[in-house]
């Protein structure tokens, strides 16, 4: 349809467009579930795995009712390469979060992924992209209630700020997570439209949308290399369970099913329970980098130089190979350093090759049975159990966790004295399934492992909250990405675990991404401007030389900071907060100290008020979460209410740790927050 070609009544023959879109996306779902594959399958198995490739095709045409179909419009100035825009004609383009085409095969919704669809997010007045007019539309409760036009090359239409993107900016938070695809900003569609052959680190702040950012790069590398990421699959790490639930509806919504999600926890416990904890200074020495040397060296002190010849008895023929013969394979082996479990099943078959030498020097014939077969040999296999004898991760760790002589020849110039005090275990267990595993233990399990047998690799991997992994911590994820690439996210201001990453240099080392392009997101659009720039007095102190967010929402009134005095009760007025903010729309969140929880929980249990646990979907009739500072990383809420922030600090180990926790909490806000003290406020917020 030309630019020109406009109704007398625009909001009509939108509300139609959407109409006509959303019963083709209801054809082409019927389309897919009439399918008879019955003609088409050679058995069982080959049914089972197209019907389950059908199954997820249905799951991705679903039409969500409040979820708008298409979000925006682009018209060109002139027609569009035919290749460029998916088959499409014409210079009209609604962009939407999937495609969607008519009975024709015609595209009547592209996905904002398609190349045609980058200019919605890059045209500007001065580079207009060969955009004629961009549309953005208003929804209520998936109606399209509003639209807003941008003429780029007229030059008597002034810039100004897109009053329904702000709005959706703005726009309450019930439920989980959403994406942001309606309100891409140019510079975070750089970020996603990277190629997935690079790695890419995300050093954002507060309100900048990093998360959502990473997010929108799975969904964008899928649809562009969709074949070779279904055979090496997509990893989203998130720093706990209850931020997983709550961003876990993003990519079903951009028609995304097949991403998997998971702690760092999550991956490293296949082999062992994490039933026990860590003191802080034991957890940062097991999350050194060090640390993988000392597995290292554990894991190759169990190869023993050969004492004896081998001799292989074959009929009536006996076959010697000499102790020095095999110590020249061993050392071969280890100079290749290759992984322990793959030299492990190298050594006999080296053994055996050295057996056929000698079978053909006698004149015989030997051919790759005969070899596999000497392999085999009961002496062949006692001599590989003497000089490389199988490694059990779990086992290892425990020695050197509870064997001091053992640590000690391992780590010795690794570890001081101290710090190898540090981490044996107070009361050594007695086996791999009695003993208490931290997560940290679990992690060089992990390590170990991966020094026996290699890791699989995906095809990409995204780290959220990155910058509260220890050191082995990103080895371990680097493993599960070593032949693919990684999306690095996460705010150096924070971080809150005793090891955070003091720069994104050594953390891309670590993961072993050290190539990767750090890009710096610095304008807010969650956070308003007077809650950020509050927080942001804590910079200096937290982390200093980090540039503050500039947020581009200034909402006067969005931040109150209330004394509460001697006299009163501070659990009544954190109650009486929490009630005048749910007078406003949206969801609250009622953040304090850990400790504070139990008390706050039973006031307002008292007070007749239901509450939500992190990470649950809010409702319009349930929309308090009871949040402890610990959880509230990655968390966003319309309305917060911060109790005590200096019991937020004081729960933390140190200080600096304490006033990054208090910098997460005063960030979670998207339209207000309410700071509640009896204490006095940390000096550092003036």
């Known amino acids: 349809m030309p630019a020109h070609e406009e109704s007398s009544n625009p909001l009509v023959r939108e509300r139609a467009h959407l109409a006509a879109s959303r019963a083709a996306l209801r054809a082409m779902r019927e389309d897919v579930q009439a399918l008879d594959i019955r003609d088409v399958t050679a058995n069982w198995v080959n049914a089972a795995v197209l019907q389950a490739q059908i199954d997820d095709r249905i799951k991705a045409l679903a039409d969500l009712s409040h979820t708008p179909l298409f979000f925006g419009r682009l018209d060109y100035l002139h027609v569009v390469g035919a290749e460029k825009a998916e088959g499409a004609e014409g210079e009209r383009f609604y962009i939407g979060r999937r495609h969607v085409h008519d009975a024709h095969g015609d595209p009547m919704v592209i996905d904002w992924r398609a190349p ?8 500007s007045r001065n580079n207009p992209l060969d955009v004629d007019r961009r549309r953005r539309f208003g929804y209520t409760g998936g109606e399209l209630t509003a639209y807003e036009d941008e003429h780029l090359t007229d030059p008597a239409e002034t810039e100004q700020t897109s009053k329904l993107l702000q709005a959706e900016i703005e726009r309450p938070r ?6 942001i695809v309606a309100t891409i900003q140019p510079e975070q569609d750089e970020i996603v439209r990277s190629g997935l052959g690079g790695s890419v680190c995300v050093q954002g702040g507060p309100g900048t949308g990093k998360t959502a950012v990473g997010l929108h790069r799975v969904a964008f590398l899928l649809y562009a290399h969709r074949d070779r990421l279904a055979r090496t699959g997509t990893l989203v790490i998130g720093p706990n369970r209850s931020f997983l ?10 028609g995304e099913l097949e991403v998997q999600q998971a702690t760092v926890e999550d991956l490293v416990t296949a082999r062992v329970e994490v039933r026990g904890t860590d003191e802080a200074p034991a957890a940062v020495i097991k999350g050194d980098a060090r640390m993988a040397e000392v597995l290292r060296r554990a894991i190759r002190s169990h190869v023993t130089p050969p004492a004896e010849p081998v001799v292989v008895v074959r009929g009536s023929r006996r076959w010697r190979v000499p102790a020095y013969e095999i110590d020249e394979m061993v050392q071969e082996l280890l100079a290749r350093d290759m992984r322990y479990g793959a030299a492990h099943e190298a050594l006999p078959q080296r053994i055996a090759h050295a057996v056929l030498v000698r079978m053909e020097e006698a004149g015989e014939a030997p051919d790759d049975r005969v070899q596999n077969a000497v392999a085999r040999n009961p ?25 001091a002589d053992f640590l000690a020849a391992h780590a010795e110039g690794i570890l001081t004295g101290d710090e190898q005090k540090q981490i044996l275990m107070a009361r050594p267990a007695r086996s791999v399934k009695s003993a208490k595993w931290s997560a940290a233990d679990a992690v060089l399990i992990d390590e170990a492992a991966d020094l026996v047998a290699r890791t699989h690799s995906l095809g990409h991997v995204v780290i959220d909250e990155a910058q509260d992994l220890s050191p082995m911590q990103y080895r371990a994820v680097g493993r599960r990405c070593s032949t693919g690439s990684a999306t690095v996210l996460g705010d150096l201001a924070q971080g809150t675990t005793p090891w955070s990453t003091q720069s994104w240099e050594q953390a891309l080392f670590h993961l072993g991404k050290g190539d990767a392009v750090v890009e710096e997101l610095t304008a807010g659009f969650r956070v308003p401007r007077e809650v950020i720039a509050y927080a942001s007095r804590l910079l200096p ?9 500039e947020s581009v929402r200034e909402t006067p009134g ?20 929490c009630e005048e903010s749910l007078r406003h729309e949206g969801s609250i969140g009622l953040i ?23 990470g649950e979907e809010t409702t319009a009739e349930s929309r308090l979460t009871l949040v402890p500072a610990s959880l509230a990383k990655g968390l966003e809420y319309d309305y917060v209410v911060l109790d005590e922030p200096a019991a937020v600090v004081d729960g933390e180990p140190d200080e600096r740790t304490g006033l990054r926790r208090l910098y997460v909490a005063l960030t979670r806000a998207v339209s207000g927050l309410v700071v509640l003290h009896a204490a006095p406020l940390p000096e550092q917020l003036g």
């Open 116 to 123: 045609v669809s980058q200019p919605f997010y890059q045209a």
């Open 558 to 577: 969005s931040l109150t900071v209330r004394e509460v005095a001697a006299s009163e009760d501070l659990d009544a007025a954190v109650v009486a907060a």
């Open 592 to 614: 304090a100290a850990d400790a504070r929880i139990p008390a706050l929980s039973a006031a307002l249990a008292e007070a007749g008020h239901g509450v939500l646990s992190p």
């Open 245 to 254: 639930h709550y961003i876990e509806q993003v990519l079903p919504a951009l």
């Open 541 to 549: 102190a937290i982390s200093p030389g980090l540039a503050p967010v």
């Open 379 to 403: 002496a062949v296999k006692a001599a590989v159990k003497e000089i490389w004898p199988a490694v059990e991760p779990a086992k290892l760790v425990l020695r050197l966790l509870t064997d």
């Open 174 to 179: 019930v439920g989980p997570m959403r994406d």
